[in-house]
């Protein structure tokens, strides 16, 4: 069974325990989104650069899975294929190769969804999903996210049905979600601490100006245990905005850890105790670690 996409191209879609074909109405039901795109001249094409600014993805990049090359490929397959959701949307875009994104339907049932090469699926927030390739074995996806990347997935278990953003997702699934996604907030990253004034002076004064500093991320992953605990709560709290700025600053471990001379420990407007610090600039006088909120 197929289904038309946005775009025109039939992509299949069934549910796994039957292969019972699923709709496209459905998909859309849950939250599921995907267009067709040239996935060789995509950016002469537009379509993925207008879907990034009306989505506000500000973030990519390229990553490429394969039987023969990536290393460690099997463990790498089992965390992907491990249930688990995420905490912001997961986008890709496939540029070569194919995969299945599995994704839980409101009876929990499995649905499996093929995307091949010019496929862009977005899923949301606090859906549960995993993730395989197919008999290829290979795939060249592109990564998009607001802001800084992250990653991190929630493997499925008790706390994670608790999660805010598991409720949020459960309470769309009820009242069926939006046509056009709504974003609240625009979020603008610094780089480093040298660019931390020029970027805060270009946002002065907009409503709800929020600046967070947090541990910088790879490949999705915080080096700090304590902002990985904390993005549930603030992610929480943002999604409550009904508009606002948020700039994140990313920090090192090199250069910040028992360092009482880093810039943003020295500035002084900032002078940071500790991460996560989630400062409303302009209503709080003293800066306060997320932890203390």
């Not at 109405?25 to 990034?52: H, P």
């Not at 989505?55 to 039987?67: A, C, E, F, L, S």
């Not at 990653?151 to 278990?157: E, L, Q, V």
């Not at 880093?262 to 600039?281: D, E, M, S, V």
Request: with cysteine; net charge positive.
């Amino acid at each position: 069974y197929q289904r038309r996409v946005r775009g025109g191209k039939m992509v299949k879609a069934f549910l796994l325990s039957n292969s019972q074909p699923v709709s496209n109405s459905e998909l859309d039901s849950l939250g599921v989104l995907q267009w067709k795109l040239d996935a060789d001249n995509y950016e002469s094409e537009g379509k993925l650069k207008k879907i990034c600014e009306e989505r506000g993805y500000t973030y990519k990049d390229v990553v490429h899975i394969q039987n023969t090359v990536t290393p460690d490929y099997e463990a790498k397959l089992k965390i992907f294929f491990t249930e688990h959701l995420h905490l912001d949307e997961e986008i890709r875009f496939f540029l070569d190769g194919s995969g299945y994104f599995d994704v839980r339907g409101e009876t929990d049932e499995w649905i499996r969804i093929h995307c091949e090469k010019g496929d862009l699926i977005i899923l949301p927030a606090g859906i549960y999903h995993r993730f395989i390739t197919d008999d290829k074995h290979y795939a060249k996806v592109m990564r998009l996210f607001v802001g800084e990347p992250v990653w991190t997935p929630y493997n499925r278990g008790t706390d994670t049905d608790k999660f805010p953003i598991r409720e949020k997702y459960l309470s769309c699934l009820k009242n069926q979600f939006p046509k056009k996604a709504k974003f609240s907030i625009k979020r603008v990253t610094v780089s480093s601490p040298a660019n931390f004034d020029t970027t805060l002076e270009k946002y002065l004064g907009r409503k709800n100006l929020l600046v967070l500093f947090k541990g910088s991320t790879t490949n999705g992953v915080s080096w700090c245990p304590d902002c990985t605990k904390a993005e549930p709560l603030i992610e929480e709290g943002l999604s409550s905005l009904s508009e606002g700025t948020l700039i994140e600053c990313p920090i090192e471990r090199e250069g910040y850890k028992g360092n009482p001379d880093h810039p943003y420990r020295k500035h002084k407007k900032i002078q940071l105790k500790a991460i996560p610090t989630l400062i409303h600039w302009g209503k709080v006088k003293n800066v306060q670690s997320c932890r203390q909120f």
